[in-house]
C-alpha cells in the first residue's frame, strides 16, 4: 500500500528519499513520485511502473533541494498513471502533498473547488487536498492554521507529507487512521509511513498519534493535536537493526523470512515461560479474568484471520468457551452481537489494518475490552487495544506474510494453553505435554527448513497446474486456508481450500485426471476419514500431494508424493505442517517466473477499506 517518505536537511533530497521509497517497496505500489524544494519552487517528478522507472526520469531531469517528500502509491481513485501518482501539486504550485489513505468527501471538495476556478491534474482524491490548502493560505497567513483547517474538512483516512514555497524551512506532517512516523537526525529530520524508510539514518523516532500534526523543521521538530496545542512526545527507540529489515544473501525476503521462523517462533515462546508455565503477565490477563471468560471473539483479516481460524479450533478444544471468528471487513458492518464480558482478540501483523483497526473500536464501543496480537510496537492498534501480546517475528518485510503467521499461530496457541490451565479444563499433566512440546517446535522447523529439495521438486513437477485444492480436517482444515492463500498470492495459481468432508458436496465436480490436490495429514482423529477423502479424488484422477508425519507410513500407499514434518502433538502441527505450504508456494512462484517479494494487485499493508 502507499509510502511516504520525507526529508529536510542539508544533504541531497532526492537520493534519500529514493532510498527510503525503496525501503517501503515492500508495501506494494504501482507508481512512485518526489517533489524537492529548490528556491522558492517545488519540482516535481513521477512515473508510472516501479522505482526503476522514476529512476530512469530523474536521471534526465535531475532535482536539486535538500527539502523534499516522495511516495510510492497504489491505486485506488484513479489508474495507475504518472498523473495520477503523487506528489500532487496545487494550482499555483506552491503546495505539493503526498497522502496515504481515503479522502472519502473528496468528490463534494473537487466540486466545490471546480467551481472556484480550480484545475485538476488528476484523477485522485488526494489532489483536493493541495487545491484546498492552497485555497485556504488565501486567508490563513499560518501554515500550521491552514492545513489545520484543511484537514478539519476532509473525511475519511488520512497520512499527509506537505511541501509549501512561502515556507521552504520545513514540511508538513497529519494523521488521521493512516501511519506516520518522523525520524530524528543529526542537523536533518525525516517523515515516513513505515519505520524501515527511515532505519538506515536514524533509530530514534516520534509515532504520531490520532489527529496529531507536525511541523518538521531539519534541527527540530514540534507536534500539536488538532486544537493547535503543542504536544510533548517521547521520542522511541527502534531496537530492531537495519540488517533485519534486508535480505542479508537470501534471494528474496520471502525465503529470509521462511528461514528466520525458528528463530521467531524462540522469541515469542521463550520470554512467555516462566517456571514450566505459560506466563501472560505483560498483557494484563490475570488468571481469575481468563477464568471468567465465556465467550472469545476473534477478528482479523488475512492471513491473520487465518491465524485466527487455528486459534479457533485451539481455544474451543482445550478451553471448552464457544469462539467466533470473522473477516474484519464483514464483522464491522454486520452489526455484531458483543458482551462486554466477552473475551476480544484483534490479530495483525502490521498493527494498521484498516478494517482490523475499525472493528477494534467497534469493539470499544460496544464496551468490550481488546486484546490484541501484533508484530508492530507502537502501531495502531497496539496503541488502541487495552492490551497486547507481540509476536516477537522482526520485520516482516514480504507481502506474503510467512513467520508472522507462525508466530500469530503460536500466540492462539499458548493464549488457549493458559486459559485452560486456569479454567481447570486441562489436565496438568497434558499441560506440561504440550507446553514442553511447543518449546520443541523451533528446532523442529529448523529441521524442515534444513532440506527442502523435495519441495523444490514438488514445485518443478506441479508449478504448471492452473488450480489447485487443499483439503483437510479439523486443525488441517483451518491450516488449508492459509497454504491455499499462500499459493494464489505469489505464483498465481489458482487454489481452493476446503474442508475434506465438504469436498464430495460440489466441489469433487472439479477434479479432472491430473488435477493437483495437497492433503494436509497431521489430524491423527480424523486421519482415516480423511484418507478415504483422498481416495475419492484420486479415483477421479487427481495426483495427490500429501503433508503429514515423516513417521506416518499410511499416506505412502496412497501416493508418491510426499512432503513431510517431524511428529508432534497434533495440536501443535499448524505451526510446523505451514512451512512446506509456504516452500511450495514460494518455489512455484519462481518457477513460473514471478518475484514472491512483490506480487501483483497485493499490498503489504492495507491502510484503506
Ligand atoms: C494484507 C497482506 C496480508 C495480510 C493482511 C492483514 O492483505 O497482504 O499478508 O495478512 O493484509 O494484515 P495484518 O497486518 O493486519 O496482519
Not at 314 to 322: A, G, Q
Not at 354 to 366: C, N, Q, W, Y
Request: net charge negative; charged share 25%; hydrophobic share 40%.
Amino acid at each position: 500500500m502507499c509510502g511516504i517518505v520525507g526529508y529536510i536537511g542539508k544533504d541531497q533530497a532526492v537520493g534519500i528519499l529514493m532510498e527510503g521509497l525503496k525501503r517501503l517497496e515492500y508495501r506494494g505500489y504501482d507508481s512512485a513520485g518526489v517533489a524537492v524544494l529548490r528556491g522558492g519552487e517545488i519540482d516535481v517528478v513521477k512515473a508510472r511502473g516501479k522505482l526503476d522507472c522514476l529512476r530512469r526520469k530523474l536521471e534526465s531531469t535531475p532535482l536539486s533541494g535538500s527539502v523534499g517528500i516522495g511516495h510510492t502509491r497504489w491505486a485506488t481513485h484513479g489508474e495507475p498513471s504518472d498523473e495520477n501518482s503523487h506528489p500532487h501539486l496545487s494550482q499555483s504550485g506552491e503546495v505539493a502533498v503526498v497522502h496515504n489513505g481515503i479522502i472519502e468527501n473528496y468528490a463534494p471538495l473537487r466540486e466545490k473547488l471546480t467551481a472556484k476556478g480550480y484545475r485538476f491534474q488528476s484523477e485522485t482524491d488526494t489532489e483536493v487536498f493541495a487545491h484546498l490548502l492552497e485555497e485556504t493560505l488565501k486567508t490563513e497567513r499560518d501554515i500550521l492554521g491552514a492545513v489545520r483547517a484543511t484537514v478539519r474538512q476532509l473525511e475519511g483516512a488520512y497520512a499527509l507529507g506537505v511541501l509549501c514555497t512561502r515556507f521552504p524551512d520545513r514540511i508538513l506532517a497529519a494523521r488521521k487512521d493512516s501511519p506516520l512516523i518522523i525520524g530524528l537526525g543529526e542537523g536533518c529530520n525525516y517523515i515516513a509511513s513505515d519505520i524501515p524508510a527511515v532505519l538506515p539514518y536514524t533509530r530514534r523516532v516520534y509515532l504520531l498519534e490520532e489527529g496529531e500534526m507536525a511541523q518538521v523543521f531539519a534541527d527540530h521538530v514540534e507536534i500539536y493535536d488538532m486544537e493547535g496545542e503543542p504536544v510533548h512526545k517521547e521520542v522511541f527507540e527502534v531496537t530492531w537493526s537495519v540488517d533485519a529489515a534486508e535480505r542479508g544473501g537470501y534471494a528474496h525476503f520471502m525465503l529470509k523470512e521462511i528461514y528466520d521462523q525458528g528463530r521467531a517462533m524462540r522469541d515469542t515462546i521463550r520470554p512467555r515461560i516462566k517456571d514450566g508455565r505459560i506466563d501472560l503477565s505483560e498483557a494484563n490477563l490475570t488468571d481469575e479474568m481468563l477464568r471468567g471468560v465465556r465467550r472469545v471473539v476473534i477478528t482479523a483479516c488475512g492471513t491473520a484471520s487465518y491465524a485466527g481460524q487455528v486459534g479457533r479450533v485451539l481455544i474451543e478444544k482445550l478451553c471448552r468457551v464457544p469462539v467466533e471468528i470473522d473477516v474484519a471487513s464483514e464483522f464491522r458492518y454486520r452489526d455484531p452481537v458483543l458482551d462486554p464480558e466477552d473475551l476480544f482478540v484483534v490479530v495483525s501483523q502490521s498493527g494498521e489494518t484498516a478494517d482490523t483497526l475499525a472493528a477494534l473500536r467497534l469493539a470499544h464501543a460496544r464496551g468490550c475490552k481488546v486484546l490484541a496480537i501484533t508484530n508492530v510496537v507502537g502501531s495502531t492498534i497496539a496503541r488502541e487495544a487495552d492490551s497486547v501480546l507481540y509476536t516477537w517475528a522482526g520485520p516482516e518485510i514480504a507481502v506474503a506474510s510467512t513467520k508472522a503467521y507462525t508466530t500469530q499461530v503460536l500466540m492462539l496457541t499458548m493464549i488457549a494453553l493458559h486459559m485452560a490451565l486456569c479454567k481447570g479444563t486441562l489436565e496438568p499433566a497434558r499441560y506440561d505435554e504440550l507446553l514442553k512440546e511447543l518449546q520443541r517446535l523451533p528446532d523442529k522447523a529448523e529441521e524442515i527448513l534444513s532440506d527442502v529439495t523435495p519441495v523444490q521438486r514438488y514445485a518443478a513437477r506441479f508449478f504448471s497446474q492452473e488450480d489447485m485444492f487443499f483439503i483437510g480436517r479439523g486443525l488441517d482444515s483451518a491450516l488449508c486456508m492459509e497454504a491455499s492463500l499462500k499459493l494464489k498470492e505469489i505464483s498465481y495459481i489458482h487454489s481452493e481450500a476446503m474442508a475434506a468432508g465438504e469436498l464430495k458436496h460440489g466441489t469433487i465436480a472439479l477434479i479432472e485426471p491430473g488435477r493437483l490436490v495437497v492433503a494436509l495429514c497431521t489430524q491423527g482423529s480424523t486421519i482415516e476419514k480423511l484418507r478415504s477423502n483422498i481416495r475419492e479424488v484420486l479415483t477421479r484422477g487427481a495426483v495427490v500431494l500429501t503433508i503429514g508425519y515423516e513417521d506416518s507410513d499410511a499416506e505412502k500407499e496412497l501416493t508418491e508424493y510426499r512432503l513431510t514434518i517431524p511428529r508432534t502433538d497434533d495440536l501443535l502441527a499448524p505451526a510446523l505442517a505451514v512451512i512446506p505450504a509456504q516452500l511450495f508456494a514460494y518455489y512455484c512462484a519462481i518457477q513460473r517466473g514471478y518475484d514472491p517479494d512483490k506480487p501483483r494487485n497485493l499490498a503489504k499493508s492495507v491502510t484503506v477499506e
